[in-house]
């Protein structure tokens, strides 16, 4: 590779909805966009994905299915594919999202085709550390591929202490954040849907996740009940998932059926954001909270969990809240702060668009990624201009 090209990079994800596939996705298409040629391998087309993008290429990983497995080993056809893929194509760097199973697939890829022509970056991105890292089956496994992979980035510092802690390795990881395209997430002339959703003009309160445990759903409707008892409200939730029978009958046992919309899941999530007042994102932990982040760049005040990474962009009282997930009522003073003064309201939007914008802008985040590859492809620093 000669100093000024771009690498060719291979990116493997979860293609569902959930956060580390839109990290993935959208470096994949920024990347793009500065003249990085892309190739995704992954089970199914990664849901932000579904259009045609100049330099982008998609390869579907084959399951073969045999009678004799009981389970069909997608790490080792994912493994294959990343091999064909990386040798086909000419990749430089294969990078992975979530380490269970990717890191272990890249690492057998990279036996495959060489070390010295294909580097492995893996980057962390919470529940594959805090959760499943840490099931003994997966412990010892999940250690050893952060210690083989080229790199290992971590989306939080956070993150990266929580690593260090739990498997006393990962000292040279490198923390870069989620990031958003303040281009796409931004304020939206929404009057319409505003009327949809909050018809008399009630404070409109919202909440996106996959409602698995982990995002502590009922605590949303906890507080959404005990600030409508307040001041006139009504409450958007967004997404689906494990946890939503739950939120369905405890928003029926608190009677408010009818101050309730569920409109599942929504792939283009940043022309919904804009319409909330306030995102409820009261996690048990979150390692980082990327919607919160969208949040604030469609003028969106984020109310999130104190637990994990969340604090590195949020400043409480300022862009945002961080409450403990368990204090219902530091949730509900702090959501009746902001929804009853429409001038703190309109400063903390402010603040938060000019944070997500700034150091968790796009342009900001990816470059460090760009400089990450260089580094390890020994290609010296770009000059100003070529990364885009
Ligand atoms: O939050 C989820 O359940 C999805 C999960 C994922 O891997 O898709 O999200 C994690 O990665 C996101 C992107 O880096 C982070 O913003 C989320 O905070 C993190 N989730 C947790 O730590 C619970």
Redesign the pocket.
């Known amino acids: 590779m000669n100093d000024m090209k771009m690498p060719t990079v291979g990116i493997t994800c ?1 293609p569902s909805q ?6 993935a996705t959208e470096l994949g298409l920024h990347l793009s966009r500065r003249g990085c040629e892309v190739h995704f391998i992954s089970s199914e087309l990664p849901f932000r994905l579904r259009k045609f993008h100049e330099n982008v290429i998609y390869h579907p990983v084959e399951m073969p299915h045999y009678p004799v497995f009981q389970h069909s080993p997608y790490t080792l056809s994912l493994a294959t594919t990343m091999s064909e893929v990386a040798t086909r194509c000419g990749l430089d760097i294969l990078h992975v999202h ?1 380490a269970i199973p990717h890191a272990a697939s890249a690492f057998l890829a990279r036996e495959m085709v060489g070390a010295d022509r294909l580097k492995v970056v893996t980057t962390l ?4 550390i ?1 959760l499943v890292g840490q099931e003994p089956s997966f412990f010892p496994i999940t250690r050893f591929l952060i210690e083989r992979s080229d790199a290992v980035t971590a ?1 939080s510092t956070f993150l990266k202490e929580e690593t260090i802690r739990v498997f006393g390795t990962g000292e040279t990881i490198e923390v870069i954040p ?1 990031f958003v395209d303040a281009r796409v997430f931004m304020p939206l002339e929404v009057d319409g849907l505003r009327r949809r959703f909050a018809p008399a003009g009630e404070r409109l309160l919202m909440h996106a ?2 409602f ?1 445990a ?2 502590n759903p009922l605590a949303v409707i906890e507080v959404f009940a005990a600030v409508r008892r307040e001041i006139p409200a009504r409450l958007l939730l967004v997404g689906d998932g494990p946890e939503m029978p739950s939120v369905r009958s405890r928003v029926q046992e608190l009677g408010l059926a009818e101050a309730v919309d569920m409109v599942g899941q929504v792939d283009n999530l940043e022309e919904i954001l804009p319409v909330a007042d306030l995102l409820l994102l009261p ?1 048990l ?6 919607v919160a982040l969208e949040a604030m760049a469609c003028g969106v005040v984020p109310l999130v969990t104190s637990r ?2 969340a604090g590195e962009f949020i400043q409480d009282g300022i862009n945002g809240f961080l409450r403990d997930p368990d204090d219902i009522p530091g949730m509900v003073a702090a959501a009746l702060t902001v929804l009853r003064d429409r001038d703190l309201q309109v400063q903390m939007v402010d603040e938060g668009r000019r944070d997500a914008s700034a150091e968790f802008g796009a342009p900001c985040v990816v470059r460090q990624y760009l400089e990450l590859y260089d580094r390890l492809l020994g290609t010296g620093p770009r000059p100003a201009g070529l990364d885009g």
């Open positions: 979860y959930g956060g580390s596939g839109v990290v979530y991105h919470g529940t594959d805090t989306v989620n996740s996959n698995r982990v995002k996690s932990h979150e390692s980082f909270g990327l994990g990474g």
